[in-house]
């Protein structure tokens, strides 16, 4: 038995949480305040048997990967003209601890 | 030293704190949105020598452990006769992860 | 690679963030609702490699060990007198487990 611990960006939590759910694996999500990504993360529980430990995290991987995105910028000009070009930023990227899991109880 | 990682659904999770209050652990509960029980549970967080986990364990499931309870349900019919009678709920349920520590400090 | 769990009294929390981030560890800030602390904590979680568990452990006691501080206290007499008298009390204080991570992945 092992338990997964992901650090999972906000943007991509709630698919994260309903892919795992829909392959099977009991998920517990713990708020979290701040954290290391900038907007604001939630903190996933799984426990899983050893041998689908790849398959959570090919899934959380698959819906959070660290990925660029071209979003729409806006730059104001002294003339008052707008000129909006897109830009690229990163996005997404989790964070993935896999512990041992000494003992295992569901009561 | 063990480090015992309890999710406990709400209707549970006070009587699962005094309990372990009560018997001198130290207890930390970490707030969860969502999960996989329905109605909300809560993370518990319980440091424990290696000799006491069984009682950790069985404090846990004292308070919490899966059950049913009869609960009235209301049945209307056709001709507006109600019919109160008990359902068999099932509520309860605790998932228990118990982990080594590799080291411990309090400061 | 390690897995370190630090609950913190909320007083030296921020503290605690602020010092681990300026030495480039990650810290995530999980919300606790309670806890055997009197105040209120955070858990916090830091991944970082085993030969640097030393230095965490160091930075989270330095910014939140255990420690007395004076403090004003007022008691009022019979004859409408009052006396402010300092009072020492026990502040801060931090528990920390350190967790052996099986795998570790950044996606
Ligand atoms: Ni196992
Ligand atoms: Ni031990
Ligand atoms: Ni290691």
Redesign the interface.
């Known amino acids: 038995?092992?338990?997964v611990?992901a650090?999972v960006g906000n943007d991509d939590s709630g698919m994260v949480?309903a892919a795992l759910?829909k392959e099977g694996f009991?998920?517990?999500?713990?708020?979290?305040?701040?954290?290391?990504l900038k907007k604001g993360?939630?903190?996933f529980?799984v426990?899983t048997e050893d041998d689908k430990?790849d398959q959570v995290?090919s899934i959380?991987?698959g819906q959070?990967?660290?990925r660029t995105q071209l979003v729409p910028s806006t730059t104001t000009m002294d003339i008052g003209v707008y000129s909006a070009f897109p830009v690229e930023v990163t996005i997404g990227?989790?964070?993935?601890?896999?512990?041992?899991?000494?003992?295992?109880?569901?009561?």
């Open positions: 038995m092992k338990l611990l650090i949480s759910t009991s998920v517990t999500k713990l708020a979290t305040t701040g954290g290391f993360n939630t903190t529980i426990g430990v995290i959380i991987a959070s990967r660290r990227g989790s964070t993935i601890f896999v512990l041992n899991v000494d003992r295992f109880e569901k009561v």
